[in-house]
């Protein structure tokens, strides 16, 4: 990738995150070469359930350190129950998992009673030092999923910037993370994410949802969250016939039509993505 083909996307990123009717943030980065552009990297933004994927890097650190099983089975109790995404909070309680089929969960269609079940074996301490230990100075858990202290303001659940999200996920792709089969474990988890709304959501397959355990020439590997005054986020690693990038981008506030998975944020969400995709990847 030229200097001038990435300063032409950087311009074609900002004028897209720039025509959100409120604050979009952004950041990217070229896996191998390390080549990065960014807009308002450092601004702090509510993650919603994008939180999920430090929480996953901490539970496979916990897993290392031998502070926990993943292959160990854990109930989905009352304590864990809260309304919003997922399966669990339908089902009865006493169903038993492994507790990797419960990261699976909490990430491939971002299951909350599954995400407390992490955060409850983990302890919300243990997430945030996991991302101080990697530089991650501003990416925080503050609260478990549910907590009627957050309100309705997403900024009280957690938090992080582009560009630090962005460096995980790129840390993740070069499997610099925990060590190299946790890394590749937990980019199968996130490769078959069922959500593909946000940063992929205009990209060209749907095949993506139905990988095996090797991924082929083309996959992304994502995650995305979404809550109220318009939040909408995505992180992603791409990969693609051309090239390998990670990706997070961030918005808040916007006021222009469209609600759910059709809401302003998520539009420019899937453009920015198809844009990167196009000038790195396809």
């Known amino acids: 990738m030229s200097d001038r083909r990435l ?9 897209i995150g720039d025509a959100y009717s409120g604050l979009c943030t952004w950041a990217l980065t070229e896996v191998t070469s390390g080549e990065s552009i960014s807009c308002r990297a450092d601004t702090i933004m509510p993650t919603a359930s994008l939180i999920k994927v430090p929480i996953l890097v901490a539970l496979y650190q916990a897993a290392a350190e031998g502070k926990a099983d993943l292959a160990a089975r854990v109930s989905y109790g009352p304590e864990h129950r809260v309304l919003g995404s997922g399966v669990l909070s339908r089902m009865s309680p006493g169903v ?22 992490c955060i409850d074996l983990l302890g919300i301490d243990y997430v945030n030092a996991t991302m ?64 593909r709304h946000e940063l992929s959501a205009e990209l060209p397959w749907n095949e993506l949802n139905m990988l095996g355990d090797d991924p082929k020439v083309a996959w992304v590997a994502e995650k995305g969250g979404a809550f109220l005054n318009g939040v909408r986020c995505s992180g992603a690693i791409f990969k693609g016939p051309r090239g390998y990038f990670a990706m997070s981008a961030f918005c808040e506030g916007g006021t222009g039509p469209g609600t759910g998975r059709n809401a302003e944020g998520n539009i420019t969400l899937g453009h920015l993505g198809h844009a990167a995709w196009e000038a790195l990847a396809a």
Do not use: C, K
């Open 7 to 15: 300063a032409q996307l950087e311009r074609e990123l900002t004028t």
């Open 96 to 117: 038993q998992m492994t507790v990797r089929d419960a990261a699976t969960l909490m990430i491939i269609i971002s299951d909350n009673s599954a995400t407390n079940m």
């Open 132 to 195: 101080r230990s990697l530089g991650l100075v501003r990416t925080t858990l503050f609260r478990r999923l549910g907590d009627p202290d957050s309100g309705r303001d997403a900024r009280n659940m957690s938090v992080s910037t582009a560009g630090e999200m962005t460096s995980l996920l790129a840390r993740l792709a070069r499997h610099e993370l925990v060590n190299a089969e946790a890394s590749e474990d937990m980019l199968r988890i996130m490769r078959r994410q069922d959500y």
